[in-house]
């Protein structure tokens, strides 16, 4: 078992930390290792021994929303999860709301619009490999479901959030399920098609 460096650890919680403050203020392509690394109150050749640059310490970024999104989306086995109605909205919303202003900047934000795809991209090629394992249906169709999901479920929720639908909560759930549901039962019947 790899041991963790307190060390290393310390200095990510502080980049991570540095990074979601001054997102919160900056556009993604304002942020600099200077400005990260001041905010961070570590050294710039600390950063430049764990990173190559931004784009490299922001992928860990992409990583820790990405797992978070997969592992809420796949706690419960998914033809269980998939079989309840709005079982992922909720997980998806409640996800948003643990740390709203960060997680709805990055997934939301046209300044950080390249990191969302980053994260819709993992997010999808592991609920893709979940969807094959449980459902008795191919590589290809898998990852079409997956990026269905994925992609409805993200792109509805920056337009609910924009406030442009004029929904409340429970109208964006139900069209949001109908939405998922008409098109996942073209390719699996989630009571049914399960890899044995």
């Given at each position: ?22 997102a919160s ?128 479920t993200l ?31 073209s390719f ?9």
């Open positions: 078992m790899n041991k963790v460096d307190l060390r290393v650890q310390k200095t990510n919680d502080s980049l991570q930390t540095a990074f979601r403050q001054l203020t900056t556009s993604y392509r304002n942020i600099t290792v200077k400005a990260l690394t001041e905010k961070a109150h570590i050294n710039r050749k600390t950063f430049y021994l764990h990173y190559d640059s931004i784009e490299d310490f922001s992928n860990t970024v992409v990583d820790e929303i990405a797992g978070k999104l997969l592992g809420i989306m796949i706690e419960k086995p998914l033809n269980q999860g998939l079989s309840e109605p709005g079982y992922l909205f909720d997980q998806v919303l409640d996800f948003f709301k643990e740390s709203r202003e960060f997680y709805t900047l990055m997934m939301t934000s046209d300044e950080y619009s390249s990191l969302a795809r980053k994260v819709e991209k993992k997010v999808a090629q592991g609920l893709s490999a979940a969807i094959f394992k449980t459902f008795d249906i191919s590589k290809l169709d898998a990852t079409v479901c997956a990026n269905f999901l994925i992609r409805n792109m509805l929720f920056r337009i609910y959030k924009e406030d442009k639908m004029n929904l409340d909560r429970s109208e964006f759930r139900d069209r949001l399920i109908r939405l998922d549901s008409s098109g996942l039962s699996i019947d989630v009571k049914r098609n399960i890899r044995k």
